[in-house]
């Protein structure tokens, strides 16, 4: 039963993703050509806004992409390579584009890890965007390494609710 309900998954994940990227691309075209052919009439400020929903549909794209690897795990081997957390952070950062009432801060200079680059969006992405979420007006969010004992640990800190009581085992 297992088999076949992994195998489900899968054929879901394939049908979900093939759905959800035709019209993502359609999206970055017209963002594209709006921003080629309307550049003089958007200014800086409406040629920018594209640039990001353009940044913005990419980083989706890779969602995606992620979607089909996790229903692959097991399947496929995948691939792994140096990533700067720093610029990772900022890329997400720049992503996510927190409301002007919360402020995030990035302490210390993020190190370089290998591993996998979706992966590794993956987790900061829903880090960093839940903590926005639940974030309270003139809410701070912190960004910080630890590596006390030889390990690097990130924490990403914030003032909202929190996880309640018991559900931790939930979500990690």
């Given at each position: ?18 759905d959800?990227?035709?019209p ?62 720093h ?6 950062l ?32 829903n ?10 007006p ?5 960004v ?9 640990r ?11 009581t ?7």
């Amino acid at each position: 039963r297992l088999g076949e309900t992994n195998r489900e998954l899968k054929d879901f994940a394939y049908v979900v993703s093939h759905d959800l990227k035709a019209p993502l691309r359609g999206i970055a075209v017209l963002a594209e050509w709006l921003e080629t052919d309307y550049r003089d009439k958007l200014g800086a400020e409406g040629t920018e806004q594209l640039r990001l929903l353009r940044h913005r549909a990419t980083r989706m794209q890779q969602l995606i992409d992620g979607i089909l690897q996790y229903a692959r795990i097991g399947h496929v081997k995948e691939d792994v390579e140096p990533i700067d957390l720093h610029e990772l952070v900022a890329e997400i950062l720049d992503a996510v584009a927190p409301p002007e009432h919360v402020t995030i801060t990035v302490r210390h200079h993020l190190p370089k890890v290998v591993a996998s680059r979706i992966r590794m969006t993956q987790v900061f992405q829903n880090l960093i965007a839940n903590a926005v979420s639940f974030s309270p007006p003139g809410g701070t969010i912190m960004v910080r390494v630890d590596d006390a004992a030889g390990k690097i640990r990130v924490e990403i800190i914030d003032d909202g609710p929190g996880i309640p009581t018991g559900k931790e085992r939930d979500i990690f």
